[in-house]
């Protein structure tokens, strides 16, 4: 079983690394694309990637010092400690302890513009790019052209060495789409979370990315490898909805608390 996520914006390097990190797989290919973010000005940023002109000249200084790294140092540390944001809120991966790590590390994957897919414990340097910029390259014009299969291949070597068909879906279609049309054994579920607004249950994208951390976390605290479990998740208030559930959507309403 592997859990894909998106990753995030928001970047923390003050976290603690934890112990046994490892190194990206695809650093030659990240060590490609940051050659080609090198040659484009703050400004050539900023128009491609719909920046402000300070978060363009940030991300401008961080191409040029980035290097591949395969180490810890203050500006190089685990992906799932470093990423913040709503997934990761609920995802709270710093208070995971060692055998959830080693669970994480097995069954959990970040997919990424710049490293195409991550290890929790995969150590990475400050970035930004998402997997839907139109970053043109020798292999086409976008960063799907760009990886190709190999992210899918990647996965798919890992769902083998498991021997398990189940790839559960808790990232944005964004970054979903970089693994292209999975192979028919391949039993892939795409949980779908709604909360309660105005008269009806819907999804809010805010807790909805909360709710795929919040998943992700409780797949790893009770060691979840079967989908049959899946309908047993019911952290913060969510519930399965058979009714509203398909084989490949299983659908979690939040209860509406009265006051």
Do not use: C
Not at 82 to 91: I, N, R
Not at 127 to 137: F, N
Not at 180 to 196: A, C, L, Q, T
């Amino acid at each position: 079983m592997l859990i894909v996520l998106s990753p995030a914006k928001t970047l923390d390097y003050s976290v603690d690394p934890k112990s046994n990190h490892t190194a990206p797989q695809f650093l030659s290919q990240s060590s490609n694309l940051i050659k080609n973010l090198k040659d484009k000005e703050p400004k050539d940023i900023a128009s491609l990637m719909g920046l402000s002109d300070k978060l363009a000249t940030l991300n401008f200084d961080r191409y040029q010092s980035w290097k591949a790294s395969k180490t810890v140092s203050n500006d190089s540390k685990p992906s799932m400690m470093v990423f913040k944001g709503d997934v990761y809120q609920g995802l709270d991966a710093e208070s995971l302890n060692n055998k959830q790590i080693k669970f994480a590390q097995k069954h959990l994957r970040i997919l990424s513009g710049l490293y195409g897919i991550l290890r929790p414990m995969d150590v990475i340097k400050p970035y930004r790019l998402e997997m839907g910029t139109k970053l043109e390259t020798s292999k086409g014009k976008n960063l799907y052209d760009f990886w190709g299969d190999a992210i899918q291949k990647n996965v798919l070597k890992d769902l083998e060495s498991q021997r398990s068909d189940l790839l559960i879906n808790l990232a944005s279609k964004e970054y979903f789409t970089v693994l292209g049309k999975m192979p028919e054994h391949i039993n892939v579920v795409s949980p779908v979370f709604k909360d309660y607004k105005n008269g009806k249950h819907k999804i809010i994208s805010f807790y909805a990315k909360r709710a795929r951390g919040l998943m992700a976390r409780w797949i790893i605290e009770n060691n979840i490898k079967d989908f049959e479990k899946l309908s047993k998740f019911n952290i913060d208030g969510y519930y399965f909805s058979k009714a509203e559930s398909t084989v490949t959507e299983p659908v979690f309403f939040k209860r509406l608390v009265l006051n």
